[in-house]
């Protein structure tokens, strides 16, 4: 139900925009849900990114704040995550996720490549 773009390889210090539809969701089911982006890197474990919950807080991984943003738009069922000052560090595949009332969602995953 979840679909991912923006998958690319960018230098040190560039910034990328990720977006993720779910174009499988009902309006009402997408506005109730939680909305995230996780990161795995290789050889390590998946990562919370950065989160928008249902009352509105915004919450951020330590390393990426101040860089990255998470925002939605409810009017195209779509979560955003923009990148500014990319570093080497945050190269991985990153993961939408939508955990609503019926059910947790995973995107497909995009590759994000940070050359230095």
């Known amino acids: 139900q979840l679909q991912a773009y923006g998958r690319g390889l960018v230098q040190a210090r560039g910034c990328l925009k990720l977006s993720c539809k779910a174009s499988?969701?009902?309006?009402?089911?997408?506005?109730?849900?939680?909305l995230g982006w996780y990161r795995q890197a290789p050889g390590k474990q998946r990562e919370l990114v950065a989160e928008?919950?249902?009352?509105?807080?915004?919450n951020y991984q330590n390393s990426v704040k101040g860089r990255f943003t998470i925002s939605k738009d409810n009017s195209r069922k779509t979560v955003y995550l923009q990148m500014n000052s990319l570093e080497p560090e945050d190269t991985a595949v990153y993961y939408c996720?939508?955990?609503?009332?019926?059910?947790?969602?995973w995107g497909q995953g995009t590759l994000v490549t940070v050359s230095s």
């Open positions: 996720n939508v955990e609503g009332p019926y059910g947790n969602y």
């Open positions: 499988g969701m009902i309006w009402s089911t997408f506005t109730a849900s939680r």
């Open positions: 928008l919950t249902t009352s509105g807080v915004i």
